[in-house]
Structures are given as C-alpha cells and as structure tokens.
T-cell receptor
Framework: DAKTTQPTSMDCAEGRAANLPCNHS???????VYWYRQIHSQGPQYIIH???NNETNEMASLIITEDRKSSTLILPHATLRDTAVYYC?????????????FGTGTRLKVLA | DTEVTQTPKHLVMGMTNKKSLKCEQH?????MYWYKQKAKKPPELMFV???????INESVPSRFSPECPNSSLLNLHLHALQPEDSALYLC????????????FGQGTRLTVV
C-alpha cells in the first residue's frame, strides 16, 4: 500500500485559502489520491479525488504534481466549519478489491 | 442519496455479552467496509466485502465476526470483547470501481465494560 505523509497540524485564517500538502512518493501508476475530512468524531466526509489531472469541485481543488509523488488540497476560502482532521489517502487494492488506508492526517484549525 | 446508516449510535456492552452493529446503504454499492477508530487515531480497516463475499480481513481477532446478508446490509457481530475494543466503529460503502469514492456512516460508539 502506498504510504502518505502529511503535516501533523496547520492553522489558517478564516477567509484565506488553506493549502494542505501530502507526499505519496511510492504511489503506483493506477492508484488514485483521495481526500477525506473528519470533524470531531463524525464519520469521514469525502472531499475530492484524482488520478493525475488537477480536479475541482464545490468543496475544494486538488493539485497533483506531474510525477504524482505529492498533492495539495486547496480550500479556497476557509471557514470555521472547515476545522477538522484532513486525510490524504492513496487507494490501494488487495486481490482486486479497493481499500482506503488512512494515514495520520493533518489537523487543520481555522482561526477567526 | 449518499447515506450510509449505522445503528445503534451508541452501545455499551459487557465482556460476556453478544451484540451486533448494523450498517445499511441503498446506493447500489457492491463494496462495504468496517473500520475501527480509537480516540485521536485514524480509522483502521478491519474488513471489506465485495459482492457480498468477504474479500479482505486485516487480521482481525475472531471476537469480531462480519456478515453481509445482502448487498445493502453489513453486520458486525461482537462476542467476548475486551475493554480495549472500545472505539468508534465506522462503516463505508463504494461502487468498487476505479473512479469512484467511498461514503462513510456516522459510526457506532462502542464501550466495553
């Protein structure tokens, strides 16, 4: 399984962009990068995923480097409700079954 | 509808009890997952069912017994648990295809006394 490395914690001012980095240097060519967040012991919430192109949806943007060894999740205008633990996941497979293995995540605190 | 429903939300059980956790989804997803999450730790994968067959068991002790009665339902049967098994148990489901995501339930908070 490809391992991910994220900063333990980050702060961001409300209204500013939050840029959360993730390293996944052992990623394989067909493995997708997923981002989830978890707010105070609720279930993880899906944010975005991508393979090699940059992706954008209503929640965030995902920038994947050309060599695919790292990515950045961008929350364009962070609000207090974005305070959460953000997990970067490289989705692996075992016997053809996809599995989502969580790393330690980044605890993002949005400050008023 | 992207909802994964877990019941109960909270469960307290004794070490000699037998109980079950339930997970349900009506999105037509064919892969379903159980995770265990201890406080301040990331979720840890326990089991994966694919097309109602157990596909992945991450060396989970036999006191945890999963069951997938049909494509919409996933159970986790609990027997002879220890206090250290107290955790948040999360269920997830996905289409099981390449460019798709998994959706998680809100979890069952289990306390073993």
């Amino acid at each position: 399984d490809a391992k991910t490395t994220q900063p333990t914690s980050m702060d961001c001012a409300e209204g500013r962009a939050a840029n959360l980095p993730c390293n996944h240097s052992t990623i394989s060519g067909n493995e997708y990068v997923y981002w989830y967040r978890q707010i105070h012991s609720q279930g993880p919430q899906y944010i975005i995923h991508g393979l090699k192109n940059n992706e954008t949806n209503e929640m965030a943007s995902l920038i994947i480097t050309e060599d695919r060894k790292s990515s950045t999740l961008i929350l364009p205008h962070a609000t207090l409700r974005d305070t959460a633990v953000y997990y970067c996941i490289v989705r692996g497979t075992t016997s053809g079954t996809y599995k989502y293995i969580f790393g330690t995540g980044t605890r993002l605190k949005v400050l008023a | 509808d992207t909802e994964v429903t877990q019941t109960p939300k909270h469960l307290v059980m004794g070490m000699t009890n037998k109980k079950s956790l339930k997970c349900e989804q009506h999105m037509g997803h064919r892969a379903m997952y159980w995770y265990k999450q201890k406080a301040k730790k990331p979720p840890e994968l326990m089991f994966v069912y694919s097309y109602e067959k157990l596909s992945i068991n991450e060396s989970v002790p036999s006191r945890f017994s999963p069951e997938c009665p049909n494509s919409s339902l996933l159970n986790l049967h609990l027997h002879a648990l220890q206090p250290e098994d107290s955790a948040l148990y999360l269920c997830a489901s996905s289409q099981g295809k390449a460019n798709t995501e998994a959706f998680f339930g809100q979890g069952t908070r289990l306390t073993v006394v």
